[in-house]
């Protein structure tokens, strides 16, 4: 029998009108979300299962809005495109722009598109392929200063435990590789994810594991997650968030100390709040620098300095990020 994060995955919707249906969203008083053609590029997709999160009636409501399509995507605005990193792969699937590590797309694929997404028009066509896995392989194993493996996407944890393996015992035949770091959206939105042979497979690890997690709002955080996330920490896993600063979702300075005290009393460590990558479709979500700044202080005022994540924004082909607090 499939495993119940997998049956929860393949239970999922992949349209407005049924998300609109089964939130009771009043269809006359928010016709932004109306848009009738069928298909839209960077489709919607969300578990029912994480549909259960968002408050019925609420057009407002946070994750609904991270999820659900808005017409404003269509609109084309200067500065906002396809690739705004601007992110080059020395082979298929990787980058290798910090000298100590490199960023492997190990899949195009997630549990949920988030509209904001900076790769939504990339992920796919950059993921790797097992004939790439070969190569990276071997190129890490030749650059003894790379100690460092990222793991992103798409979204690393929807692989099959098989694969995860498989590269896993791959990584640990390199013994200049000192931590994995696995950055991932799927464990919040469905934290069974974190299954016991999921676990059993991070235990064989001979390096760190970092994972971080991408929560933008303390909603999405539930009791399922607080279990995991103790499981996790169990086997000696460090766990950081990073969020993403949202439009009318949580660039409010007391959603965000509740986020960070949330995160904190679940085990997981506040890390970046990132400015909106400017991605076209995606300007109403962004929050200028300025008014982070300002929200900023106010956290500042409010946490200790261990739950204040780092203020930060990535530049058009820029060699790395820029800290703004
Ligand atoms: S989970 Fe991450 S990679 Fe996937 S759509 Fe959301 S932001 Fe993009």
Redesign the pocket.
């Known amino acids: 029998m499939k495993e119940l994060w997998l049956q929860q995955l393949s239970n999922n919707i992949d349209n407005n009108l049924d998300l609109i249906k089964l939130t009771e969203i009043n269809k006359k008083d928010n016709n932004q979300f109306l848009y009738k053609k069928k298909n839209i590029f960077f489709k919607v997709k969300i578990p029912l299962v994480f549909i259960n999160k968002i408050e019925k009636k609420n057009s407002k409501d946070p994750i609904l809005l991270q999820f659900i399509f808005n017409e404003k995507e269509l609109i084309q605005h200067k500065k906002y495109n396809s690739n705004p990193l601007n992110e080059k792969f020395i082979i298929p699937g990787m980058i290798h722009k910090y000298k100590n590590r490199v960023l492997i797309l190990v899949t195009g694929i997630?549990a949920?598109?988030?509209r904001y997404?900076f790769?939504?028009n990339t992920?796919q066509a950059n993921s790797i392929t097992i004939c790439n896995w070969n190569q990276i392989i071997n190129y890490i194993k030749k650059n003894f200063e790379i100690n460092e493996i990222i793991f992103s996407?798409?979204?690393p944890l929807i692989l099959n435990d098989n694969k995860i393996k498989y590269f896993i015992n791959d990584i640990n035949k390199i013994s200049h590789i000192k931590i994995l770091r696995i950055h991932t959206?799927i464990i919040c939105i469905l934290p069974q994810r974190i299954s016991k042979n999921l676990l059993k497979i991070f235990s064989k690890c001979k390096f760190h594991i970092i994972i971080v997690t991408?929560i933008n709002h303390p909603n999405e955080i539930s009791d399922e997650l607080f279990e995991k996330i103790y499981f996790l920490k169990k086997r000696g896993i460090t766990i950081l968030n990073q969020s993403v600063l949202l439009k009318n979702i949580n660039d409010n300075y007391k959603i965000l100390i509740k986020l960070s005290n949330s995160l904190f009393n679940i085990g997981i460590l506040p890390y970046y709040l990132h400015l909106l990558d400017k991605v076209e479709g995606s300007k109403h979500f962004y929050v200028s620098e300025n008014k982070a700044k300002k929200i900023m202080k106010k956290i500042l005022l409010s946490l200790s300095g261990f739950l204040v994540p780092r203020l930060t924004k990535d530049i058009y082909g820029g060699k790395n990020k820029k800290f703004i607090i």
């Open positions: 997630c949920v598109h988030c997404c790769r939504k992920k996407g798409g979204d959206r991408h």
